[in-house]
């Protein structure tokens, strides 16, 4: 029971290439290993230079959309730089499109030995598809990824995923009017048509909820909190053992959603790195641990949406965009939050003490949050299929505002 984080990592540049075939209607280059499709082009990304225009397509694609929030160069610079933990167990390789020497597309492709592990040899993955309105764009970029993945013998690819299921992934397909919160990714409405026109097909949907923080709790709920309240503490991250308190939370989470759809564990490096921009950037009353009988059962971890201030920076914390963020986040706050990360222990699910537990660490930071001019949070993101999850934010008077979707073939 909980919600997944789609996380901030560092990755590294993995220097290998697609080789040389003929693959009508498409001719790969044996020399240069890009694959040219009628006046499209695909080049790998091997090189600094290359991977700042890998980061800048989206600012050509997003161009036209009041919902895009930029993201900053100098975070996606360290996000596809070699410190990711990612790639203590994977491997990636990246690809631009280009139309008259101008980025019109890109994507990625990665191996996860993790989610091999759990879920066979033969498994791989796409990844920061972005891209115009075009056919051939979209397939020269598919059928390149494609190639990189069949090489490593890939039979069933998913995605997209950047770079694993533990960090931002999925399609939008509802929602396109609002922007993305912090950590969240956002789609033009063309991607899902043109992904499956390349056979790819739905294979589970992802779903973000909005709530009003003044939202008071029913009754009912309050009644179940009070049955327990004995033997539930509630207790905010204590920041003097920040990394024990990280294990906790790991060691949680690892467990609630262990038999969840496509879970992947997180490393210990992996959530050492998550908990590195918890500490910068998240109050310790944004981080609620429940404790039954005085063992750790439950958490969550609530976020400022840091999206309100970027969307003013354009990218750049340079000359002053720092200066401007830092004086925005102490004298004037946010008025949005994300909760993306909660999970209630294996042991718990499905029973009135379970309940319990999620309700009371989604409604401790709600006060506090008023308190910092938040009016409202977003809850994501939430598999389709998790019922119990669903019905507990329903009840709280939470709705479905944006869905995302995960996309499979086999090759």
């Known amino acids: 029971m909980g919600f997944h984080i789609p996380g901030c990592y560092c990755l590294s540049i993995a220097k290998s290439s697609v080789f040389g075939c003929v693959y009508i209607p498409f001719i790969m280059n044996e020399n240069r290993g890009q694959l040219i499709s009628g006046a499209v082009t695909v080049r790998p990304v091997t090189n600094r230079r290359e991977m700042g225009v890998f980061i800048d397509v989206p600012w050509q694609i997003y161009a036209d959309d009041p919902?895009?929030?930029?993201?900053l160069r100098l975070e996606r610079r360290l996000h596809f730089s070699r410190f990711n933990p990612f790639f203590k167990h994977g491997e990636w390789q990246a690809w631009v499109a280009y139309r008259n020497?101008?980025?019109?597309?890109?994507?990625s492709a990665q191996i996860d030995q993790l989610h091999r592990e759990r879920y066979g040899a033969d498994t791989g993955h796409f990844g920061s598809l972005e891209g115009i309105d075009d056919t051939a764009i979209f397939a020269a970029l598919i059928h390149i990824a494609e190639e990189w993945l069949a090489m490593r013998h890939t039979?069933?690819?998913?995605?997209?995923?950047?770079?694993?299921?533990?960090?931002e992934c999925g399609i939008l397909v509802e929602g396109f009017d609002t922007p993305p919160m912090v950590m969240m990714p956002h789609s033009r409405t063309w991607y899902g048509r043109l992904l499956e026109e390349q056979g790819y097909?739905?294979?589970?949907d992802l779903?973000?909820?909005?709530?009003?923080?003044?939202?008071?709790?029913?009754r009912l709920m309050n009644t179940l909190i009070d049955k327990f309240s004995k033997q539930i503490r509630l207790r905010a991250l204590r920041r003097d053992k920040f990394s024990e308190e990280m294990e906790t939370l790991r060691d949680i989470f690892n467990d609630a959603w262990s038999e969840n759809w496509g879970f992947v564990p997180f490393t210990e490096?992996?959530?050492?790195?998550?908990?590195?921009?918890?500490?910068?950037?998240?109050?310790?009353?944004?981080?609620?641990?429940?404790?039954?009988d005085g063992i750790p059962a439950a958490f969550m971890v609530g976020l400022p949406n840091l999206n309100e201030i970027f969307t003013r920076l354009n990218g750049s914390l340079f000359p002053f965009g720092w200066i401007r963020m830092i004086r925005h986040l102490k004298y004037k706050g946010v008025q949005t939050g994300r909760i993306p990360l909660m999970g209630v222990r294996k042991q718990f699910q499905s029973s009135p003490l379970g309940m319990a537990l999620a309700i009371m660490v989604i409604n401790a930071p709600r006060q506090m949050a008023l308190s910092r001019g938040i009016q409202a949070v977003e809850l994501s993101w939430i598999l389709e299929d998790?019922?119990?999850m669903r019905?507990?934010?329903?009840?709280?008077?939470?709705r479905e505002y944006k869905r995302y979707r995960i996309y499979g073939k086999t090759l």
Do not use: M, T
């Open 201 to 204: 097909q739905p294979l589970k």
């Open 386 to 388: 998790n019922k119990a």
């Open 207 to 218: 779903l973000a909820y909005w709530a009003e923080v003044d939202h008071k709790l029913p």
């Open 269 to 292: 490096a992996e959530f050492a790195e998550l908990g590195s921009s918890l500490r910068l950037l998240v109050p310790d009353e944004f981080i609620q641990i429940a404790e039954v």
């Open 391 to 398: 019905g507990i934010l329903a009840y709280l008077g939470c």
């Open 67 to 71: 919902s895009w929030v930029p993201p």
């Open 155 to 167: 039979r069933h690819v998913s995605g997209p995923f950047n770079l694993s299921i533990n960090q």
């Open 101 to 107: 020497n101008q980025p019109v597309g890109r994507i």
